[in-house]
């Protein structure tokens, strides 16, 4: 027979597995700790809250969301290296996600204002381009006229 313990347990690690925000009492079951000592440690160590699931975000949110996460970590990183000694692996690594993270945003146009300022650009370009081809137009006709006035050679 399984003790009320072990089923609580194994009931916080699935719930955890599953994607389950990590809480005092989730981890105390796991651990098999009380949760106001975990709630001590946790406040010692400055432990991290994580972060609440995506549903509901909008792509913005949520790259906006691992922006922070990725600042918070340079943050992190910085305040760590304060005696000159720099965790090389973790810098390369937050290095790469900034970069994977940008261009994420670049592919969906993510930024707030960016698929606005592409139209806006769009459209200056179509109106450049549309003045091109009237000031084209406008000096064929020109010298159509002039050829046929005999004021200037076709060739």
């Given at each position: 027979?399984?003790?009320?313990s072990t089923?609580a347990?194994?009931?916080?690690?699935?719930a955890?597995y599953?994607?389950?925000l990590?809480n005092?009492?989730?981890l105390?079951?796991?651990?098999?700790?009380r949760?106001k000592?975990?709630?001590r440690?946790?406040i010692?160590?400055?432990?991290r809250?994580a972060?609440?699931?995506?549903?509901?975000?909008?792509?913005?949110?949520?790259?906006?969301?691992?922006?922070?996460?990725?600042?918070?970590e340079?943050?992190?990183i910085?305040?760590?290296?304060?005696?000159?000694?720099?965790?090389?692996?973790r810098?390369?690594t937050?290095a790469?996600l900034t970069?994977a993270?940008?261009?994420?945003g670049?592919?969906?146009?993510?930024?707030?204002g960016?698929?606005?300022?592409?139209?806006?650009?769009?459209?200056?370009?179509?109106?450049?381009l549309?003045r091109?081809?009237?000031?084209?137009?406008e000096?064929?006709r020109?010298?159509?006229?002039?050829?046929?006035?005999?004021r200037?050679?076709?060739?």
């Open positions: 027979m399984t003790s009320a089923v347990a194994w009931s916080a690690m699935r955890l599953e994607g389950a990590p005092a009492e989730l105390a079951a796991v651990s098999r700790k949760p000592t975990i709630e440690r946790a010692r160590e400055g432990w809250v972060a609440k699931g995506t549903e509901g975000l909008t792509l913005a949110e949520r790259i906006s969301r691992l922006a922070n996460l990725l600042v918070g340079m943050e992190t910085e305040k760590e290296g304060k005696g000159g000694t720099y965790d090389k692996a810098i390369e937050v790469a970069r993270l940008e261009k994420a670049d592919l969906m146009g993510a930024e707030p960016k698929q606005e300022q592409q139209k806006k650009t769009d459209a200056e370009k179509a109106d450049i549309r091109v081809d009237e000031r084209i137009v000096l064929a020109f010298f159509a006229e002039e050829i046929v006035a005999g200037a050679d076709a060739g």
